[in-house]
């Protein structure tokens, strides 16, 4: 499992049971994760994710499994305030 910090850049609702988002993670990456498709977040908010990466098509891409609004994190101001 990978924890992560991310905000998501676009969001690509699929026919699979699962989405597609371009998130784009702390050091500046961009990574494709997939999350269920009946969860909605937000574009251009910040998340931590809990993810495992998978292959999906011959693609490597991140399962989200947990996720946490910025806002909801346990994380003092200072530490909000760099994500």
């Known amino acids: 499992m990978k ?11 699929t026919s699979y049971d699962t989405n ?16 269920d498709e009946a969860i909605k977040l937000d574009i251009g908010e910040v998340y931590c994710f809990e993810a495992e990466l ?18 909801d994190a346990p994380l003092t101001f200072n530490e909000r305030a760099e994500k």
């Open 3 to 13: 924890i992560f910090y991310a905000k998501i850049d676009t969001i690509n609702e």
């Open 54 to 71: 998978i292959t999906f098509k011959d693609r490597e891409q991140y399962l989200i499994h947990e996720y946490t609004h910025l806002f």
């Open 20 to 35: 597609t988002m371009s998130v784009i993670t702390e050091s500046a990456e961009r990574i494709t994760v997939r999350i």
